[in-house]
């Protein structure tokens, strides 16, 4: 059974009708049952309650349960990283494809993220390092992927590569992802990186668009670190952490990308182990009109 007086964070994707339905049925469930229930702030001023930021409800939730889609997810998961509470992401949105269950199994969910009959395992996330000359001037942390590219897209961007002891030479491409394990099925799967396991402590650098035939993904062991040098672009480049808070680079810059300490636990739903996912989210799955008889 589960366990009575938990404090569980809703957060959900605003300016959806649905959201605002499943968080307010959840949130009055959950009450009656002696949980302690706190909305976020941009959430509950949606739905006329109160709320807290976001970092506080991470800081103090046993349980926060995210209603989305994936991005969505990679909010609470950054919120959530080195806090002792755990992420339970549902999906209300498109793809979906990092969150453990679906709306319609939402009571559900909870009930067995609550009663650990679904399991909470750790995911370290990338974290990236700016240095400008002698001086570090920026450091984040990301669960999908760390990104240099040009904002405009349409420039190509140079960099040096230094990796497992060696030199890698001299990178022109449209860019540079460094993806977690589960970063491994969002942007570097579609410019041609290989997919992980979920479990799998690994860090996969893939070129975007590399412009010579012999620049492929390389998969990095969790203790080592992507060194880069931006030798410059005809555009304005940045980094991104999950597709988000662009910060600008500039020629000369040095990083430093890798598998950080901090980790994020995330609830993971039995039934739907990755292979599922992968057939029904992504497609992929072969033809038996194509095989041998």
Same mark, same amino acid.
């Given at each position: 059974m589960t366990r009575k007086g938990r404090r569980v964070a809703i957060l959900g994707h605003t300016g959806r009708p649905e959201v605002r339905k499943a968080? &307010?049925? /959840?949130?009055?469930?959950?009450?009656?049952?002696? *949980? +302690? %229930?706190?909305l976020e702030r941009t /959430?509950?001023?949606?739905? +006329?309650?109160?709320?807290?930021? $976001?970092?506080?409800?991470?800081?103090? @939730?046993d349980l926060m349960v995210s209603l989305g889609g994936d991005g969505t997810a990679l909010r609470g998961a950054r919120a959530m #990283?080195?806090?002792?509470?755990?992420l339970l992401a549902i999906n209300l949105g498109g793809l979906g494809f990092l969150t453990a269950a679906e709306v319609d199994e939402l009571d559900g969910a909870v009930e067995a993220a609550l009663?650990?009959?679904?399991?909470?395992?750790?995911?370290?996330? %990338?974290? @990236?390092? %700016?240095?400008?000359?002698?001086?570090? $001037? *920026? *450091? #984040? $942390?990301?669960?999908?992927? &760390?990104v240099v590219k040009t904002s405009g897209g349409l420039a190509a961007v140079h960099l040096r590569m230094r990796a497992l002891g060696t030199d890698l030479g001299h990178l022109v491409a449209d860019g540079l992802i460094a993806a977690t394990a589960a970063g491994s099925t969002a942007y570097s799967l579609s410019a041609?990186?290989?997919?992980?396991a979920p479990d799998?402590?690994?860090? %996969?650098?893939?070129p975007v668009c590399p412009h010579t035939l012999g620049s492929r993904s390389l998969v990095l062991a969790a203790d080592d670190r992507l060194e880069l040098r931006l030798v410059g672009a005809f555009d304005r480049t940045v980094l991104l952490l999950d597709g988000h808070d662009a910060f600008d680079l500039e020629a000369g810059d040095e990083l430093e990308i890798g598998l950080g300490k901090t980790a994020v636990r995330l609830i993971?739903?039995?039934?739907r182990p990755l292979g599922r996912a992968l057939q029904t989210k992504l497609g992929w799955q072969g033809s038996e009109q194509r095989s041998m008889k």
């Open positions: 968080a &307010a049925r /959840l949130a009055g469930r959950l009450a009656k049952q002696g *949980h +302690d %229930v706190r /959430l509950a001023v949606e739905m +006329d309650r109160k709320g807290e930021a $976001i970092a506080a409800l991470a800081k103090n @939730a #990283a080195g806090q002792k509470g755990a009663a650990g009959e679904w399991p909470a395992e750790p995911r370290r996330l %990338v974290e @990236a390092t %700016v240095r400008r000359g002698r001086k570090r $001037i *920026h *450091h #984040a $942390i990301a669960m999908n992927d &760390a041609g990186g290989p997919v992980l799998l402590e690994a860090l %996969v650098v893939t993971r739903n039995p039934e």
